[in-house]
């Protein structure tokens, strides 16, 4: 495996929250957006990224990242929005590199127009940085083949911390049942090749919940505990 084995313990359930935090940092037109880009807190490309996964949003589903919702309904840019939202934040190795996508992609569009909208002050992009709140919810997994039941009985807020935030604990953009099974040795290395297969990115938490339960029950199905 690619990443760093754990000691053989129980999975520990966690639970979270992503607290949101204003930078005080706004952009009224793309060559703004693209100026605070460069130097914003990467915790901001994070929850401009991942953050709508954890709140209510009634935007069109198309558009999963913020700031191609900002391109769509506010600049009414939709080539620029298009492009943002092919952006999957699961292929890049961290944030600065997932950072420098976001500015290529903004720049090519300066390009393309030669006068940028400005937007009124009501529908400027606020640039917000993220905190993510973790606790321990007390459930705790002894044996693998338990894992299809207690994951389909998770919240959404712990199916966040341990498939998408755990990307951020782990080389390679791990998650936390990846990493657990790993402690186990080879046993269950096929297992963790098909959970690596799922992208978390272009599904909602829901999704993602019944999506890993039936991987999950597929990895174990006829596994006698």
């Given at each position: 495996m690619d990443f760093e084995p754990l000691t053989n313990l129980a999975f520990e359930v966690k639970d979270c929250a992503l607290v949101a935090i204003a930078t005080g940092k706004k952009a009224q037109n793309l060559r703004e957006l693209r100026d605070h880009l460069q130097i914003i807190h990467p915790s901001s490309i994070y929850y401009h990224f991942w953050g709508g996964l954890l709140k209510p949003r009634f935007d069109d589903p198309q558009f999963n990242n913020d700031f191609a919702i900002w391109g769509h309904y506010e600049l009414h840019d939709n080539v620029l929005a298009e492009r943002l939202a092919v952006i999957d934040p699961t292929d890049f190795d961290d944030l600065d590199a997932l950072r420098q996508e976001v500015i290529e992609v903004v720049e090519e569009r300066l390009e393309d127009i030669q006068h940028p909208v400005w937007v009124p002050s009501d529908s400027q992009f606020n640039f917000i940085r993220s905190q993510i709140v973790a606790f321990d919810t007390g459930w705790r997994i002894e044996i693998p083949e338990n894992l299809p039941d207690l994951v389909s009985k998770m919240s959404v807020g712990s199916i966040f911390y341990h498939m998408i935030d755990a990307r951020r604990r782990y080389p390679k953009g791990v998650d936390d049942f990846r990493a657990w099974l790993?402690?186990?040795?080879?046993?269950?290395?096929?297992?963790?090749?098909?959970?690596?297969?799922?992208?978390?990115?272009?599904?909602t938490l829901l999704e993602l919940r019944r999506k890993l339960a039936t991987v999950l029950r597929t990895c174990f199905r006829g596994a006698t505990i």
């Amino acid at each position: 495996m690619d990443f760093e084995p754990l000691t053989n313990l129980a999975f520990e359930v966690k639970d979270c929250a992503l607290v949101a935090i204003a930078t005080g940092k706004k952009a009224q037109n793309l060559r703004e957006l693209r100026d605070h880009l460069q130097i914003i807190h990467p915790s901001s490309i994070y929850y401009h990224f991942w953050g709508g996964l954890l709140k209510p949003r009634f935007d069109d589903p198309q558009f999963n990242n913020d700031f191609a919702i900002w391109g769509h309904y506010e600049l009414h840019d939709n080539v620029l929005a298009e492009r943002l939202a092919v952006i999957d934040p699961t292929d890049f190795d961290d944030l600065d590199a997932l950072r420098q996508e976001v500015i290529e992609v903004v720049e090519e569009r300066l390009e393309d127009i030669q006068h940028p909208v400005w937007v009124p002050s009501d529908s400027q992009f606020n640039f917000i940085r993220s905190q993510i709140v973790a606790f321990d919810t007390g459930w705790r997994i002894e044996i693998p083949e338990n894992l299809p039941d207690l994951v389909s009985k998770m919240s959404v807020g712990s199916i966040f911390y341990h498939m998408i935030d755990a990307r951020r604990r782990y080389p390679k953009g791990v998650d936390d049942f990846r990493a657990w099974l790993n402690s186990f040795g080879d046993r269950y290395k096929d297992d963790c090749t098909k959970l690596g297969r799922i992208d978390p990115y272009f599904m909602t938490l829901l999704e993602l919940r019944r999506k890993l339960a039936t991987v999950l029950r597929t990895c174990f199905r006829g596994a006698t505990i």
